[in-house]
């Protein structure tokens, strides 16, 4: 069994405006150094996960978390920018390293006005850091937390 022998379904993890990775504010981001993915302007403190599969690690600074898929997709959630600096300061997290998520899966609840008042850009980033030649469709615009936005084939 190869890895991605189906399609993968993706989930907005927040609430608010879907957009391409290449938009965001940073270019660690932008230039997909990192991988392929997308971002979220959130409107909501809630952050779900973007898969159904398992917590494989959460930063001790609390503002990324990594999941993997059942089919082996590596996913990077990053939670603000340059929000490593705060030290966790912000982040309450929801998940331990070994659970199983959905798109159902609360997996932090996050202060977005205080890392606002820190001078922090709020923007979430989901970066699949494993991608390869796979192929990643997803729709930008405003989407609900726990919404299907995309697949990867």
Known sequence: MGLFNKKTTIYSPAKGLVKSI???NDEMFA????GDGF???PTEELI???I????????PTKHAISLKTKQGLEVLLHIGIDTVELGGAGFTIKISEGDQVSEETVLAEVDFSLLAAKGKETDVMVIFTNLDKKSF???EGQALAGQEIGTIK
């Open 137 to 139: 469709v997803f729709e």
């Open 48 to 50: 779900v996960s973007p």
């Open 31 to 34: 230039t997909k150094a990192l």
């Open 22 to 24: 290449e938009k965001v």
């Open 52 to 59: 159904e599969g398992t917590v494989v690690s959460v930063f």
């Open 39 to 41: 971002a979220v302007e």
